[in-house]
T-cell receptor, first 110, second 113 residues
């Protein structure tokens, strides 16, 4: 059971670089989401999707883009990385109210 | 819009003692409430959830929570904690009118020997 798979697990970027965090799930869940976790801030919702072709903004969407071309994949794009985006990013899918999380991607922006 | 407040950022408790982690929510509609646990260097997993029905909800690892609508609370309890309960605990809220799940800032549970 793969569940929710995130890649890469670790990434270091320089300010201004772009990158994509990948997220894939094999549970056929319609709902997928991205959170960032920062010390003392809990998890904050970045973007979410209720199905292929449908995305919406969460609490902290600025600086991030998403798309949902298939049910399985929900990539998160940073177009021009900033030090404030240094964080641990979690992808999660949902069914019957329960979120299923990936193991996280730790991103450092220098 | 929903919001969640976890009143304690850290809770120290002796092993085998009882513990309560507090969670209050704000919402203008009916809510669904969750507690998630994050063990060190891992993702989050569901402890328990309240969707409807009985206000006392039992979860995994001996945890339970009680939904109190009048006090807008969903406190998490365990009668006797173990070293293995060392983790960060997150309360979360959503509703049947919203696709977003909003998390509190978390409570770090420290088990003292």
């Amino acid at each position: 059971n793969a569940g929710v798979t995130q890649t890469p697990k670790f990434q270091v970027l320089k300010t201004g670089q772009s990158m994509t965090l990948q997220c894939a799930q094999d549970m056929n869940h319609e709902y997928m989401s991205w959170y960032r976790q920062d010390p003392g801030m809990g998890l904050r919702l970045i973007h979410y999707s209720v199905g292929a072709g449908i995305t919406d903004q969460g609490e902290v969407p600025n600086g991030y883009n998403v798309s949902r071309s298939t049910t399985e994949d929900f990539p998160l794009r940073l177009l021009s990385a900033a030090p404030s985006q240094t964080s641990v990013y979690f992808c999660a899918s949902k069914v019957a109210g329960e979120l299923f999380f990936g193991e996280g991607s730790r991103l450092t922006v220098l | 819009a929903q919001s969640v407040t976890q009143l304690d950022s850290q809770v120290p408790v002796f092993e085998e003692a009882p513990v309560e982690l507090r969670c209050n929510y704000s919402s203008s509609v009916s809510v669904y409430l969750f507690w998630y646990v994050q063990y060190p260097n891992q993702g989050l997993q569901l402890l328990l959830k309240y969707l409807s029905g009985s206000t006392l909800v039992k979860g995994i690892n001996g945890f339970e929570a009680e939904f109190n609508k009048s006090q807008t609370s969903f406190h998490l309890r365990k009668p006797s904690v173990h070293i293995s309960d060392t983790a960060e605990y997150f309360c979360a809220v959503t509703s049947n009118r919203d696709d977003k799940i909003i998390f509190g800032k978390g409570t770090r549970l420290h088990i003292l020997p």
